[in-house]
């Protein structure tokens, strides 16, 4: 008996292992199997945990987890509740539904985006209701250019302390992701009289037309060690465009003497580099690598995103300024206006918590499993195919070399539901430097239909 005024759930547990674990199971077959019902209320963790004789603690984090693989949502004000579409699709689909994409009889394993189940909604919640509360009135009015002091100062130590990034809050500009970063850099450079852009080949198209609209852009080729300087060189670039950490979307990380290498091309011509950190917060097989900015402070602009930590919708992003570049950037910030700064107080917020931290060090882990999970399957599905790239991100390359071109791999993959990218799209120069690959997304399908996705690409791709 209980004296618990909220709903009550009948659940068996085991009585051996990790309660934890054990509840968490529990939970995920009562709805994979259709007990619990898509918006079912669940009775609060103080009730569950007195109903089942577990602590407090146990039970509000295997809620945690479930609400990051996707089965459960947490909303201030209406509790904890089964999420839509969680139920196993009826025996004759064979796959489990879950998400939309899994409802509209799709997977989505296109790179770029994060896993949205995951989105911290309680840490967020809670940090901007104490924004919304304590933020002084000037907070609703245009504000400084360059961002909020708050989340400058929480972002030069957070960024010193996990990238090596050096940089005073005073040379750090908040705008929205890198896109504008890009987009505020390409004003600048041309102010400045730059007129070559040289930009790593492959890379994403939307990125390569923002440089294009006002500067001519090089494609400089990529090999297994990163950006080719000599090719750079060639180019006559005076401002180099590059992914050091993780390349996107080869996934390879720039060995040490290209690093240098393109130090010293700095240097020599006085160019400027601007590092695109997108994901360099993920990496799994050892410590991340400091960012290159931490080497030349006066020649790299650092600019890193919210867009894969936490979620594209944030839209927060942020430049490390060399100091020559501060003021014009500075204005060409303020033309573009205020970047959100209630968001901004809500990130540093969440930083000086530790939320962020902690954020990131479950999704890590969870992003992780994925990965391996699809090496191995890759590994014993389809022996002939090899994944290129370290082990970071939310994305891995798939060389097919046997396949006779990059349009059959991706109708292969079609005919079994599954949305991919082939390597050609991200590719300006020649196409035939790589065999025909896949830039595989891993993040995205909620965790509940990441095997079904998995299978049913491996299935797509032995038909080749
Ligand atoms: C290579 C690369 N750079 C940068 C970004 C971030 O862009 P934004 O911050 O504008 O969303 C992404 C996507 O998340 C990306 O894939």
Not at 31 to 46: E, F, M, Q, W, Y
Not at 186 to 208: K, Q, S, Y
Not at 434 to 447: I, N, R
Request: aromatic fraction near 6%.
């Amino acid at each position: 008996m209980t004296d618990a005024l909220g709903p009550e759930l009948l659940l068996e547990l085991p009585g051996w292992g990790s309660r934890g674990r054990a509840l968490e199971e529990a939970l995920r077959s009562a709805i994979r199997g259709g007990r619990l019902v898509a918006g079912t209320r669940l009775p609060s963790s103080r009730d569950l945990a007195s109903q089942l004789g577990l602590s407090r603690g146990t039970v509000t984090q295997a809620y945690e987890q479930l609400v990051a693989e996707g089965w459960l949502t947490a909303r201030q004000g209406s509790g904890t509740r089964v999420a839509a579409g969680t139920a196993e699709a009826p025996a004759r689909s064979g796959r489990s539904a879950g998400s939309a994409e899994a409802a509209s009889g799709r997977y989505d394993l296109r790179p770029g985006r994060p896993d949205a189940y995951a989105f911290p909604r309680e840490a967020w919640a809670r940090a901007m209701r104490h924004v919304l509360r304590e933020a002084p009135t000037e907070v609703f009015g245009f504000g400084d250019p360059r961002g909020r002091i708050e989340l400058r100062t929480a972002l030069a130590s957070y960024l010193g302390r996990t990238r090596g990034v050096r940089v005073d809050p005073a040379n750090l500009i908040v705008c929205s992701g890198y896109t504008q970063a890009l987009g505020l850099l390409a004003e600048v450079f041309t102010e400045l009289g730059v007129r070559t852009a040289g930009m790593e080949d492959p890379a994403i198209g939307d990125h390569v037309r923002l440089l294009a609209g006002r500067l001519r852009v090089a494609a400089v080729p990529v090999d297994a060690a990163g950006l080719r300087v000599d090719a750079l060189r060639d180019s006559g670039a005076e401002v180099a465009v590059c992914t050091p950490a993780h390349q996107f979307p080869l996934g390879v990380s720039m060995a040490p003497e290209r690093r240098s290498e393109l130090l010293e091309w700095a240097d020599d011509s006085l160019g400027w580099i601007v590092e695109d950190d997108y994901d360099g917060e993920f990496r799994y097989d050892r410590h991340p690598i400091a960012a290159l900015q931490s080497r030349r402070p006066s020649r790299i602009v650092y600019a890193g995103s919210t867009s894969k930590t936490i979620g594209p919708a944030v839209r927060l992003g942020w430049i490390a300024c060399p100091p020559l570049l501060l003021e014009p950037l500075t204005e060409a910030k303020r033309r573009a206006r205020e970047t959100r700064p209630l968001e901004q107080l809500a990130l540093a917020r969440m930083i000086e918590l530790g939320d962020y931290d902690r954020h990131l060090r479950t999704m890590r882990r969870g992003y992780q499993r994925r990965r391996d999970t699809l090496v191995a399957a890759v590994r014993s599905g389809l022996p002939d195919v090899r994944v290129r790239g370290i082990d970071a991100g939310l994305h891995a390359l798939l060389e097919l070399p046997s396949a006779p071109s990059e349009r059959a791999i991706v109708e292969a993959a079609r005919a079994t539901s599954v949305d991919v990218h082939p390597l050609g799209e991200y590719m300006r120069g020649d196409r035939d430097r790589h065999p025909p690959s896949l830039v595989v997304g891993y993040a995205t399908p909620p965790a509940h239909s990441y095997p079904a996705a998995l299978d049913a690409l491996i299935r797509g791709l032995r038909r080749l």
